[in-house]
């Protein structure tokens, strides 16, 4: 059973805190994503990683940047966050290579900055 | 860039009817096609998918239709439940490698007893 897991379901920030968001997978996959979700927008990506220390841009990266110092754990970071930046952000991860295959989400986390 | 519509944005049936979802999508290229289904309070969790390879596919009370000429796909429910009851996320991937996914904006179904 694929378990992705994010260290926090609910975090609330001050305006200008670094923030640290971590996710960890079970199952060995070499992509990992980080996508926010709101209302009526639907999921949006963030950062994606096809492999150790290597990251890629999403459709709205400004604001955030990614680690991924192991192929089990994707970082997403809030360098200074911003009440633009309360959202719930999704991490997910799915096998790599030629054939797509299902991409697995974790919990989510509910950031609240204020 | 790559886009994906969703229609409608809020369902209400009631239970035991049909519910239908809509997805448009912009990229010619694109050959796979999931849906998610998130309820309340939980992770979003993959219910079927489609490869371009195929024009239909069913499971139990779910179907899923893809008509590449016109670039749309839809999720069938049939004989709804209130457990059911969620917002559901259609998605295509994007061409290039990488199993990059583009999601419509959800729909929130409300299936009532």
């Known amino acids: 059973d694929v378990k992705v897991t994010q260290s926090s379901r609910y975090l609330v920030k001050r305006t200008g805190e670094k923030v640290f968001l971590e996710c960890v997978q079970d199952?060995?996959?070499?992509?990992m994503f980080w996508y926010r979700q709101d209302p009526g927008l639907g999921l949006r990506l963030i950062y994606f990683?096809?492999?150790?220390?290597?990251?890629e841009k999403g459709d709205i990266p400004e604001g955030y940047s990614v680690s991924r110092e192991k192929k089990e754990r994707f970082s997403l970071i809030l360098e200074s966050a911003s009440t633009n930046q309360t959202s719930m952000y999704l991490c997910?991860?799915?096998?790599?290579?030629?054939?797509?295959?299902?991409?697995?989400f974790g919990a989510g986390t509910r950031l609240s900055v204020l | 860039g790559e886009n994906v519509e969703q229609h409608p944005s809020t369902l209400s049936v009631q239970e035991g009817d049909s519910a239908v979802i809509k997805c448009t999508y912009s990229?010619?290229?694109?050959?796979?096609f999931p849906w998610y289904k998130q309820e309340l309070g939980k992770r979003p969790q993959l219910i079927i998918d489609?490869?371009?390879?195929?024009g239909e596919k069913k499971d139990q009370r779910i179907a899923v239709t893809l008509n590449k000429t016109a670039k749309h796909f839809s999720l069938h429910i049939t004989e709804t439940q209130p457990e059911d009851s969620a917002v559901y996320f259609c998605?295509?991937?994007?061409?290039?490698?990488?199993?990059?996914?583009?999601f419509g904006a959800g729909t929130r179904l409300a299936v009532h007893p």
């Open positions: 489609i490869r371009s390879n195929v």
């Open positions: 990683s096809y492999d150790v220390k290597m990251k």
């Open positions: 199952m060995d996959h070499e992509n």
């Open positions: 990229d010619s290229a694109s050959n796979y």
């Open positions: 998605a295509a991937v994007v061409s290039g490698g990488y199993n990059k996914l583009i």
């Open positions: 997910a991860s799915s096998t790599g290579g030629a054939i797509i295959n299902i991409q697995y």
